[in-house]
């Protein structure tokens, strides 16, 4: 069945340092892909989506490009945040369907 | 704007008790989703509803049971309580075939004891 499989956490970093958190996907066709976040006693946000292969998804400084040869969608930021601590979950939602199948999400904690 | 709503955002209850959840989703949205969120767990699907009909089916226990309604809310309605149904409960909603893209309400925390 479709799977998603992400880099464990937690990850710590200092402020302004580069984030990178790994997503690794198997599925049937070519799903969409998502990153969605989660703060603490918050339900999930999108964070940002790519729909086919080579698309590149952004918002608010995160970017993550849909990699059909590798089946990745690595997210990535330049400079991170101590406000961008929270749980990150990337997602697919597979060619047919809208249901959503989640990784294991990545505690992302970030110092000042 | 509007977001989805849950209710109630807590709720504790005994073993092999009933629990009703409800869900209201954002207007013009017309397909909801419920998941569970185990603890330091990710969301597992457990079933959706697209136009009052059931358009797919996760992880449901059969103790289970949800539906939609006319004006787009939905309830999932729990039985037989187990310890193993604490989690967070959550409901999304979005447009049928917006591919993915839900919105996420704020979840019920249910406790059973």
């Known amino acids: 069945g479709d799977s998603v499989t992400q880099m464990e956490g937690p990850v710590t970093l200092s402020e302004e340092a580069f984030l990178t958190i790994n997503c690794t996907y198997t599925?049937?066709?070519?799903?969409?892909l998502f990153w969605y976040v989660q703060y603490p006693g918050e339900g999930l946000q999108l964070l940002l989506k790519?729909?086919?292969?080579?698309d590149k998804g952004s918002n608010k400084g995160f970017e993550a490009t849909y990699r059909k040869e590798t089946t990745s969608f690595h997210l990535e930021k330049g400079s991170v945040q101590v406000s961008d601590s929270a749980v990150y979950f990337c997602a697919l939602s597979p060619l047919y369907g809208n249901k959503l199948v989640f990784g294991a999400g990545t505690i992302l904690r970030v110092k000042s | 704007a509007a977001g989805v709503i849950q209710s109630p955002r807590h709720l504790i209850k005994e073993k092999r008790e009933t629990a009703t959840l409800k869900c209201y989703p954002i207007p013009r949205h017309d397909t909801v989703y419920w998941y569970q969120q185990g603890p330091g767990q990710d969301p597992q699907f457990l079933i959706s509803?697209?136009?009052?009909?059931q358009s797919d089916k996760g992880s449901i226990p059969d103790r289970f049971s949800a539906q939609q309604f006319s004006d787009y809310h939905s309830e999932l309605n729990m039985s037989s309580l187990e310890l193993g149904d604490s989690a967070l409960y959550f409901c999304?909603?979005?447009?049928w075939g917006a591919g993915g893209e839900q919105y996420f309400g704020p979840g019920t925390r249910l406790t059973v004891t």
């Open positions: 599925a049937t066709g070519y799903p969409s």
């Open positions: 790519a729909t086919k292969a080579d």
């Open positions: 999304a909603s979005s447009l």
């Open positions: 509803f697209y136009e009052k009909m």
